[in-house]
């Protein structure tokens, strides 16, 4: 089993930055991959970002390239998310996930979730 635990989350202005963490507690699977995914109101869970966890090969939605970074700690298995530039489009529930499938990108790969973290950017 694996325990997540997002925070970091909050209100900023457009064009601020936040950085979300992510602590994972529990078994550990080397081969894993860390997402994080959004969701808004009557929106389905989509993609943000994506790491794996043992060569640190990363994937971003095109909505947050160039502004979102996503990283990890193996020392303190953490997984971080850098989102600089806000927009009020960022806006939404944020949630990490623990993949161990090959799919990064899709949220019925994900085993397990954190309980979320809520971003608002105010314009």
């Known amino acids: 089993q694996v325990h997540l635990e997002e925070s970091g989350g909050g209100l900023v202005q457009v064009g601020g930055s936040l950085r979300l963490s992510c602590a994972a507690s529990?078994?550990?699977?080397?081969?894993?991959?860390m997402g994080w995914f959004r969701q808004a109101p009557g929106q389905e869970r989509e993609f943000v970002a994506a790491?794996?966890?043992?060569?640190?090969?990363?994937n971003y939605a095109d909505s947050v390239k160039g502004r979102f970074t996503i990283s990890r700690d193996n020392a303190k298995n953490t997984g971080y998310l850098q989102m600089n530039s806000l927009k009020p489009e960022d806006t939404a529930e944020y949630y990490c996930?623990?993949?161990?499938?090959?799919?990064?990108?899709?949220?019925?790969?994900?085993?397990?979730w954190g309980q979320g973290t809520q971003v608002t950017v105010s314009s």
């Open positions: 996930g623990v993949s161990l499938s090959d799919s990064a990108v899709l949220a019925d790969s994900y085993t397990y």
């Open positions: 790491i794996t966890w043992n060569f640190g090969i990363t």
């Open positions: 529990g078994r550990v699977f080397t081969n894993r991959k």
